[in-house]
């Protein structure tokens, strides 16, 4: 029987970031995924300049488009572009940034096996147990879960949610005119729902056109869809792909590991929370576990978690209390010099959200904003 020093369940951004940084170290590692690449992920796609740092050193990023223009626009109203000098987000289709990151994985030593699923975890003192669909077992010393906030892991490790949010995505086939119309810009759409907002990245001959909210407002979330993609007079497109998932983001007390077992990305809940980006923190947090692993020092992974990450994260909630109760307001902010400065540091990665939070002067602006009352919900 094989016994495999690291194993990593997920073949995504954070698994595979995961096995990259294990096999590397010289560790024998395993990658079981579910599906087979390259595959589809709904997914928006967005590259900031935290993920390019990342991953640059091991993969070309196979990038559709790189913007440096933003159009702002308030529930379809008081629209404004900015425009920077230098591009501020890197366009990227999943089933090919994925499939690059695998190959990376392979090349560093990691084995890859496909169309396999996990169905159970098991661990004892000695060794991680996986139990697969076909009715094999992968044994290894220990484990990475990267199977997604609703995979085995999550549940086996005992993450816990304080945020969960319904995204809507459509890939839309578009015409030249349209593609020229769009190259090197987004549109970012604050939504009537209290917390949600809506987008336009452009990826060449398509557009990802998308919506998120909080759960529980499925029906408002939908018709906010049809509206935006109405707006934008792209109602009578075809999509390519019409999804929808759940991101969750972690409780402050939530636990990353059990055992022997790690969980990264979006099956530890790590995102940021305001914009519900996540390749970042699953490139990272893969990468913090790989090394942990490789090092045996597991809650050194822990420990790392909470002092990279989670920071920026907590930041991400006050500036999300924020915006959902004066969406306005930070719209407005947005068109000033400081905010757009504020925008274009984090799109570059030139500063997270708790160093920006943590300035007086952001620090005062946030507490006249507490002492607003917050803007009436529209209808939906």
């Not at 970031?17 to 796609?45: I, Q």
């Not at 488009?65 to 702002?72: E, H, L």
């Not at 604050?190 to 919506?211: E, H």
């Not at 923190?281 to 893969?286: I, K, P, V």
Request: hydrophobic share 40%; net charge positive; proline share 6%.
């Amino acid at each position: 029987m094989t016994v495999w020093d690291c194993a990593v369940i997920g073949a995504g951004p954070a698994g595979l970031s995961a096995a990259y940084a294990a096999a590397r170290a010289g560790l024998r590692t395993l990658v079981v995924e579910r599906a087979a690449h390259p595959r589809y992920k709904t997914c928006g796609g967005g590259l900031i300049g935290t993920s390019l740092a990342t991953v640059t050193d091991r993969i070309d990023v196979p990038a559709d488009d790189r913007v440096d223009r933003v159009t702002f626009t308030r529930d379809g109203r008081r629209e404004f572009t900015r425009r920077h000098t230098a591009p501020l987000v890197t366009m990227v289709r999943r089933e090919e940034f994925d499939l690059r990151l695998r190959r990376a994985a392979t090349d560093a030593g990691a084995e890859v096996r496909e169309r396999a699923p996990v169905r159970a975890v098991k661990q004892d003192p000695d060794a991680v147990r996986l139990r697969l669909a076909d009715g094999d077992t992968v044994t290894a010393r220990y484990a990475v879960g990267a199977d997604g906030s609703s995979g085995v892991t999550a549940r086996h490790v005992g993450v816990r949610h304080r945020q969960v949010d319904l995204g809507l995505e459509r890939e839309l086939p578009v015409s030249p005119v349209e593609q020229e119309r769009w190259r090197g810009r987004v549109l970012l759409d604050w939504g009537p729902i209290p917390g949600s907002y809506a987008w336009v990245f452009p990826k060449g001959d398509r557009l990802t056109v998308g919506v998120i909210a909080a759960r529980g407002e499925g029906e408002r979330t939908r018709a906010y869809l049809r509206s935006f993609v109405e707006r934008l007079g792209l109602s009578g497109v075809e999509p390519a792909h019409d999804s929808g998932h759940l991101t969750r983001c972690r409780a402050d007390d939530a636990p990353l590991r059990r055992g022997r077992v790690l969980v990264a990305g979006d099956a530890a809940g790590l995102l940021e929370p305001w914009s519900r980006e996540g390749i970042s923190y699953a490139l990272r947090s893969g990468a913090l576990a790989g090394a942990a692993v490789a090092a045996g020092d597991l809650d050194g992974y822990v420990r790392a978690v909470h002092a990279d990450l989670v920071p920026s994260m907590r930041a991400g909630h006050r500036l999300l209390d924020v915006f959902a109760r004066r969406p306005e307001v930070f719209h407005a902010l947005l068109a000033t010099p400081p905010g757009w400065g504020m925008f274009v540091r984090f799109c570059q990665g030139r500063a997270s959200f708790d160093e920006t939070l943590s300035r007086a002067p952001v620090r005062a602006a946030l507490a006249l904003l507490d002492r607003l009352p917050a803007t009436p919900a529209r209808a939906g």
